[in-house]
């Protein structure tokens, strides 16, 4: 199939970026959208000019280092499917399309199609785990969880990080990733110990990142890969108001 | 002669024995002593986070944007830990003597047991750090049973056990981080070891979004970069799981053990075609349900449902009636490429073979199949388009694990002082064959378990080294020496990408150096890699500068893979026997299976880097079996 692409070029942070129009023959529909972008850098490195850089490492759908604009969607136009689970026989011959990156003044384009989300690190670091050492743990089993509690906690830690639903969300706010950890912890009884002062901190760190407000579109849930359920921004702020009225 | 350090005494009291007299450093002198971490992977987050806990100063490193990339996140199947929650006879010593016998009876008995008994304690940590593990209606943990043996003694969180544990190393990292005891430098790589008087000291990392070389220095430097099965070009890891810190610690003076042995999965999705950047790994566990089979007929055109019974070649179960289509991961894949070698393959390529469900459909109701795999099936739509509950999955085998990487001690300890390697990184404890769920295992035991004790036995020592001076002039001679190939590899400027001899590199290990081996095959393979890696250097073209660059990343990384691929196909020469992953041809029974030597072969292969353009040394390692008497695999 013949495809068209438009895709946002930008030589580093600092420079402003713009699109370019490409357009790639004989491609095979069984491929995946980042082999395609591979496919497009061979014939630009054949012609002496510079590759399109993206994020991109497992391609399996897991690692989370993928994940771009595609026709306006954040990881193109597929229901919980990563872009590198993305494949061509998704569009049709001739079609044109759009790729850009991921969009948030808390996530600086660094070149191309590659952005820094190193403001995930810092809410996880202000709050996004248990404080056991090594060595502390008791007996595994002297925790009993219930296997619902357990699921429900695994749907909210199932999140990764790709960045999707801030990149979709018209505030670019991080509720659904930061929710998402604190409900993970908050739902588990090894983690009700510090639940308040993590969802305080990592509120805060989400606020001081330049992140927005969520003001419950709800567009995360819908674009997100791991069918991440709104229902932890609730839980957020349910927690975030009770450790503020518990407050000392 | 290399000393393993196997404390000497009854199996069972070896690390006991080890741990109680190791050497100690005080929480005052721990803020003395700086430790680099190279890899943020299970066995690098973990390692990391542990000494920073003990208030040593730590640096760790990644080359990914943040450590919770790294791909010990796509394990899926589990976790193995000897708990006996089952009641079903499970003990420290089954689960030892399971693993040094999956591994063919070419691992260590001290490594072997320590890790199945440090196993019970991980997944102690990993609950208390969160970990949403499987649990039972009352609460309890769950276990299953994997890869073949008589215990349920793997843990699993659904099928993405790797993300979960990796989640909760990654968390204790972050908190350190936070905490200010660890410092983290995401995307940068590691391109030269620094020896100082013959001990480990530092390391030149490149900064990937600036370009900026860097010098660090440390007491310590850990290794905990993963394996190198992306060598095959297609393979089950990720894009940029890559060899180069430990090749470069190797031309450093670090041994290299049995670098050719690697686990080639045998259900992955095969290659649809020459873009092709990676194979999917479909989980194992769909042997337990799915019948392999190809067509009798060489030149078969129909579809696979038109084919009748009478025409379908169940090659597993007419060769190994026994195990049948569980049989080992070895086994099962060295199988599917002797009947795709023979021309039976199926598919556009004729380079698969299919897995059925229509039998088990049929016995068990679609249902029943749903409720087991609906996610496999799922991702295999997703992925080929093929609806799997009506025509059968086409799978292929795939590099997978390097059961090979640094020779290390029982300490861990490379043979540079100073130097660890921990996780796939090392070679240490899976012989020659990976059981399934112990590669998070062994990463996890490495960085959480092993090396707090064992470093702070090395580290003690060096109290009164004083900080490390990267003025050294061996850090500036190493600067230079990284300074010098980025350059070269940026000059060259001729036409052909890093890919394009990446996927020539692959295709040549797949052929030669993969499922079978012979020594025909390995001595055309080593001189096809010394003329690839001569083109290498002439046609290489690196378009664009030093800053973010990816095609500069791949370049160095295939540098370092055409000298590694030499090595792997030297190390496969050498060893004239087929033991686990590693078959050569010209030792096989009648029937085709493989013949072990344990009269000579009974060694690791460790190897030694002579200088560039000449032969490797080869310095082995004899093993020794005190408890377990060696045996003959069979799964007839």
């Known amino acids: 199939m013949r495809i068209r692409l438009k895709i946002w070029r930008q030589e580093n942070e600092h420079e402003p970026g713009k699109m370019m129009s490409y357009t790639l023959e004989d491609i095979n529909p069984h491929m995946s959208f980042l082999e395609m972008l591979d496919t497009l850098n061979e014939q630009l490195l054949k012609d002496g000019t510079r590759p399109v850089e993206f994020d991109h490492d497992c391609r399996e759908g897991i690692c989370g280092q993928c994940g771009i604009m595609i026709n306006g969607r954040a990881h193109g136009p597929l229901k919980n499917t990563t872009t590198c689970q993305l494949h061509m026989r998704t569009f049709t011959d001739n079609e044109e399309i759009i790729i850009e990156p991921f969009r948030a003044s808390a996530f600086p384009v660094k070149c191309d199609l590659k952005i820094d989300r190193s403001a995930f690190d810092r809410v996880i670091q202000s709050g996004g785990f248990i404080a056991v050492n090594t060595g502390q743990a008791p007996e595994a089993n002297s925790i009993p969880i219930g296997s619902p509690e357990v699921e429900a906690a695994f749907d909210a830690a199932a999140c990764i990080g790709c960045g999707a639903c801030v990149a979709v969300c018209k505030n670019s706010s991080a509720a659904l990733f930061t929710s998402a950890k604190i409900a993970h912890l908050a739902l588990l009884p090894q983690g009700q110990i510090e639940a308040q002062t993590r969802v305080r901190n990592m509120v805060n760190q989400m606020d001081k990142e330049g992140f927005g407000h969520c003001s419950n579109t709800e567009a995360c849930e819908v674009e997100c890969p791991q069918q991440i359920s709104v229902l932890h921004i609730a839980r957020m702020n349910y927690e975030y108001n009770k450790a503020q009225i518990l407050k000392k | 002669m290399l000393d393993a350090k196997i404390p000497a005494g009854p199996l069972e009291e070896k690390w006991n024995y080890y741990k109680t007299h190791a050497k100690l450093v005080n929480p005052a002198n721990r803020r003395k002593l700086d430790v680099i971490v190279v890899g943020a992977g299970l066995a690098g987050s973990s390692i990391a986070a542990s000494l920073g806990e003990m208030g040593y100063n730590v640096k760790c490193f990644c080359f990914q944007d943040t450590p919770r990339r790294a791909h010990s996140v796509a394990a899926q199947g589990g976790v193995n830990a000897c708990k006996n929650y089952k009641n079903d006879g499970d003990s420290v010593y089954r689960m030892f003597y399971d693993t040094i016998k999956g591994g063919d009876f070419r691992a260590r008995e001290g490594n072997v047991y320590r890790l199945a008994a440090c196993s019970a304690s991980l997944i102690d940590q990993a609950v208390a750090q969160g970990v949403p593990f499987g649990r039972e209606y009352g609460g309890y943990l769950n276990n299953r049973s994997f890869g073949g043996v008589q215990v349920s003694r793997t843990f699993y969180a659904r099928g993405q056990t790797g993300q979960q544990l990796l989640q909760g190393a990654y968390q204790a990292l972050m908190r350190q981080v936070g905490a200010g005891n660890v410092q983290l430098f995401a995307r940068h790589e590691m391109l030269d070891l620094v020896v100082i008087e013959k001990k480990a000291r530092g390391i030149i990392v490149r900064n990937m979004d600036t370009g900026a070389l860097e010098r660090h220095g440390a007491h310590a430097v850990v290794l905990a970069t993963g394996g190198f099965g992306k060598i095959y070009y297609l393979s089950t890891l990720a894009m940029g799981c890559n060899g180069s810190a430990i090749w470069r610690a190797h031309k450093r003076g670090a041994f290299m053990a049995n670098p050719s042995w690697t686990q080639i999965h045998p259900t992955s999705l095969p290659q649809s075609g020459e873009y092709q950047s990676k194979l999917t790994l479909m989980s194992e566990s769909l042997r337990n349900d799915g019948r392999i089979w190809v067509p009798v007929n060489k030149d078969e055109q129909r579809e696979p449902n038109q084919i009748p019974e009478e025409e379908r070649d169940y090659y597993l179960e007419r060769r190994y009636p026994a195990f049948g289509n569980l049989s080992p991961r070895d086994i099962a894949s060295r199988a599917a490429k002797e009947r795709i070698d023979a021309g039976f393959g199926i598919g556009p390529l004729k380079n698969a073979v299919y897995l059925d469900f229509s039998r088990a459909i049929k016995d068990q109701g679609e249902d029943k199949i749903r409720k087991k795999y609906g996610n496999l099936f799922r991702m295999y739509e997703k992925i080929t388009g093929v609806n799997a509950y009506l025509e059968p999955m086409r799978i292929s085998p795939a590099a997978h694990f390097s059961m090979g990487g640094l020779w290390v001690d029982y300490e861990l300890m490379t043979t540079i002082p100073g130097l660890f390697a921990l996780g796939e990184a090392n070679f240490a404890d899976h012989g020659a064959n990976r059981l399934g769920a112990n590669s998070l295992l062994q990463a996890?035991?490495?960085g959480y378990f092993i090396a707090p004790y064992t470093m702070a036995n090395y580290l003690a020592d060096e109290i009164k080294a004083g900080p490390i001076d990267v003025r050294h002039a061996a850090f500036a001679a190493a600067e230079e020496n990284v300074q010098?190939?980025?350059?070269?590899?940026?000059?060259?400027?001729?036409?052909?990408?890093?890919?394009?001899?990446?996927?020539?590199?692959?295709?040549?290990?797949?052929?030669?150096?993969?499922?079978?081996?012979?020594?025909?095959?390995?001595?055309?393979?080593?001189?096809?890699?010394?003329?690839?890696?001569?083109?290498?250097?002439q046609r290489l073209y690196v378009p664009g500068g030093y800053a973010i660059n990816s095609e500069l990343e791949k370049a160095g990384r295939v540098a370092d893979y055409l000298e590694l691929g030499e090595l792997m196909c030297y190390d496969a020469l050498t060893r004239n026997e087929s033991c686990g992953a590693h078959f050569r041809t010209e030792y096989q029974t009648p029937e085709g299976e493989a013949m072990r030597n344990d009269q000579d072969f009974s060694f690791i292969s460790a190897w030694e880097w002579t200088g560039a353009g000449k032969s490797p040394l080869l310095h082995k390692e004899p093993l020794h079996f005190e408890f377990v008497t060696p045996t003959v695999r069979s799964y007839k």
């Open chain 2, 444 to 446: 996890s035991i490495d």
């Open chain 2, 484 to 537: 010098q190939q980025l350059h070269l590899l940026m000059g060259i400027q001729g036409n052909l990408s890093a890919d394009h001899f990446h996927k020539a590199l692959g295709k040549i290990l797949y052929d030669k150096c993969g499922l079978s081996r012979s020594k025909d095959g390995l001595e055309k393979a080593i001189s096809d890699i010394v003329a690839l890696r001569e083109e290498f250097w």
